[in-house]
């Protein structure tokens, strides 16, 4: 075994050049989205009014690999290749023989892996020559990414910032404003739906769902203008995978490849990229690594959702794809792991689950998170975003499985992100105040009611 | 010339194995800290009752090179070396010849150097058989440092933060106690001094002094209890010492050597760290780098400041220092760098600026500082705090003079740390609602008032 410093740096002439598709190796492909319009698959050309046409195209690729362009290498070289820790307090801390590794992607200023796919989708975008964006955000780490990557490219950006979410959370969209985009606290003033919501609620607090609806119809009725996305789409997915492939060349470094692959999942863009090149491995017989996606127990689409076609936005825009999901009509209740309130999941990792390819998925509650993160911090000196800490918290119990049974297995988990703009979800923990809300049968039956009817 | 990545990493093989002291190398030290009980030049045996006695003994040592204890170096290693960054995006936004670089030190939870002196400074309290520290907070970094600090080496920590600050900065308490420490917002009752003025003034606000005033009692009153400090003393320019000792490996890796050396200085721990082996250069005549300090026109201790003998701390606990400084009744303006609201400086920073080493000070206006710090994000990707982008706007007005005379500089300055805590200074700046406060002859000479007769 070779002497593993605390964080393995992968040099930037290592940064890959290509990512990597994982849909070239799958045995079977997901099921094919569906045009809600016509009830028959949907293809690249149905997605061209919303989004650029070569990340429509990506949307079906089934090429192995794709060259990342090299005006989003040169600007990933400004954060990345992100470094691989070896988590050797931690492993101290719980007295285990494994060996812990993570990903972190925090260390850019959008605070996630979120600006991977914000730059390849700003820039493909401009090649086009679309001049203006228009986005969501919730939690606002995917509009933060946005804005810096519209910025960088000098696209004109409108983030739909949920009203209650800019009211809770000034400091994320004062980064999106330093950034120069432009924030509109939905619903807002700027389109007829949101008009129309204002004129019957005028004091209507927003969700996800109308932020979208006003991004979608501001892109589709502006000239020049397209909606992008943070998560769910196979070509998030296809960006995301720079985070695995540094990760298997640093584990390389070390002479190491990890037994157990551990990721959050919310839309699953994260765990998707982290996952890619092991789940190659695995798809292709090579290695068998043993996947685990963690949910939050308030929000289960992988643990309790139902493998069905659904909308993959709330606004019920997007075509419809097959993937766990709670429904799109899904009200998780307000838990802090934002980025993770999502109803379904990728169709790409839904088809994996479903198939047996993506070993396990855990729902954890989030009190448990929230001490697997206070610890990981107190460890390692990183504070985790609450999305993140999932991962932590099953990294943590394997680690003490393997106490248990001396197995000293490599763990490799990814850390998507820090907490700095979480700290209302700490002070809340810090003083109790945190509930483990799980939702009932009945409440998710509420959710299952909305899910599209498809032959 | 080599070809430079956007990020020079060095090697955690290369981690500096000892720090550089700068006084084992200037041709006369600063002149002697004073005992303000016995009005005699103070010996290190002064400082015991305060500061642990290795702490003490650095900070009169003149040896050239001090080991980095081993415990303290694999926690550097959690977080460090950290990266030198090229930045080429900010040179083409200028259009400059200049190459400018800059070391980056917010790549930790506490978000700035502050972390490389805590660590030490709570090592050589535990060595000492100390298990409680205390210490002030004003705008939170070293706070938050000296809170990660305490949790690794497992020390006990009361942290007095102005009452003002912690509900201003909510977020920074609540880092402080996720990491175990002790937040007590000042005035408090815990420390006679605080309840007498708790007393007096039920609703008092708190000040930087008062706050000093109850660590120190607390310190000196509670067996087996040291105070701690996060700047201005020469221990802790030392510790500092390895920011400038890693630039300067990385800048030789890519066979460059800085003409300009900019950082901001509030204490000086920053600037001083930075300069360290490149004022060796200086003083021992190897090279001839320029050195400028940056500080905020609303606090212009080298500037307007008098060479002076005053108290380092305003409670007046301190030995005397002479040094440039504002008289510590000096009240300065609510700017939004906080960290260099500080009325003195290092008295090493103070004697070599008074001899003509450190070449030039240079007090910004916050809506310039601003100003660059939204272009420097706005390229770069990083949100810097507001205390290093007074060093950033220094840096962009050098490069644009090269532009000018068309010379091809290598400019380094120091990016001390992020500003994900200061989003209330942005929101203001984006408002347009930040003044430029310049304090008044007058203002400052209520300040000088309030200097200490030395003979």
Sequence with gaps: MKNVPNRVILPESELPRQWYNVQADMPERHDPYINPGTGKPATSEDFYPIFAEELARQEFSTERFIDIPDEVRELYKTYRPSPLH??????KALDTPARIYYKYEGGNTSGSHKLNSALPQVYYNKRQGITRLTTETG???????????????GLDLTVFMVKISSMQKPYRKAIMETFGADVAASPSDRTASGRKILEQDPECLGSLGVAISEAVEMAVTTPGSRYVLGSVLNQVLLHQSVIGLEAKLQLEMVDEYPDLVIGCSGGGS?????????MRDRLTGARKPYFIAVEPAA?????????????????KVTPLARMYTLGSGFMPSSIHAGGLRYHGMSPILSKLYHDGFLDEARAEKQNDVFAAAKL??????????PESSHAIKAAIDEALRCKQSGEARTILFGLSGHGHFDMGAYISYNEGSITDYIPTDEELQKGFDTLPKVE
Excluded: H, V
């Design 86 to 91: 070896r988590a050797y307090r931690l492993e």
């Design 139 to 153: 939690a606002g780490q995917w509009g933060t990414a946005l804005a810096m990557a519209a910025r960088f490219f």
């Design 270 to 278: 994260n765990m998707g990229g982290l996952m890619a090149p092991f």
């Design 299 to 315: 929000c289960p689409s992988f643990t309790r959702g139902k493998y069905a076609y659904d909308f993959c936005d709330t606004a």
């Design 376 to 385: 990981f911090a107190g460890e390692e000196g990183i504070l985790p975003a």
